[in-house]
């Protein structure tokens, strides 16, 4: 069984500018959630995806976006990158089945530096 | 909104002693609670939950037991190892399934 997957594992940008950060799910998973971890804090929700959909975001401003594709990979986007951006981008997957609060697997995350 | 509160670190204990982390939850539904290990330059790994008052999640020799009358989850341990070394992070997640974190705690084993 294939774990959670991310690349790429590190990344420096400078503001302003668009990154795309990618995630491949855990063999069976149809859901993956995508959090910021800042340095020394827990992680925060920014979205998930289930069947290609949207479903669910926390307080996360429009210029973060995702997308989830047919193999239930995912890529999770920022637009016009400000140094508070500067974080650990974990994702996680899940299995839905139906209604109950889902067990998350996550991966190893993608250092993203922003300068 | 739903919430984990957890104790602060850094915690630093020796070899064999007993270890407490306090974790305390606000939710309006019946959530599934959490912890999750966090080893230096990884990502996160579950270590136990519960998804229902009075169970009692373990693993690794880890306990927590999910007590709805103080909304509680707190991690125990009896024996720590230097390889237990690592940050803790209590969750929890509601049928919205967006999971809260607390802040972590740090964990420092010495010999």
């Known amino acids: 069984e294939t774990g959670v997957t991310q690349s790429p594992t590190h990344l420096i940008k400078t503001r302003g500018q668009q990154v795309t950060l990618r995630c491949s799910s855990q063999?069976?998973?149809?859901?993956v959630s995508w959090y910021q971890q800042a340095l020394g804090q827990g992680p925060q929700f920014i979205f998930q995806y289930y069947r290609e959909e949207e479903n669910g975001r926390g307080n996360f401003p429009p210029r973060f976006s995702g997308l989830q594709f047919p193999n239930y990979s995912s890529e999770l986007n920022v637009n016009a990158l400000e140094l508070d951006d500067s974080a650990l981008y974990l994702c996680a997957s899940s299995l839905a089945v139906g209604l109950g609060p889902l067990e998350q697997y996550f991966g190893p995350g993608t250092r993203l530096t922003v300068t | 909104g739903d919430s984990v509160t957890q104790m602060e670190g850094p915690v630093t204990l020796s070899e064999e002693a007993f270890l407490t982390i306090n974790c305390t939850y606000t939710?309006?539904?019946?959530?599934?609670l959490f912890w999750y290990v966090q080893y230096p330059g990884e990502g996160l790994q579950l270590l136990l939950k519960?998804?229902?008052?009075?169970d009692k999640g373990s693993n690794k020799g880890f306990e927590a037991t999910y007590r709805k009358e103080t909304t509680s989850f707190h991690l125990e341990k009896g024996s720590v190892q230097v390889s237990d070394s690592a940050v803790y992070f209590c969750a929890l997640s509601d049928l919205n399934n967006d999971m809260r974190f607390g802040a972590g705690t740090r964990l420092t084993v010495k010999p």
């Open positions: 939710a309006t539904g019946y959530p599934s």
């Open positions: 063999s069976g998973h149809n859901t």
């Open positions: 519960a998804t229902k008052a009075d």
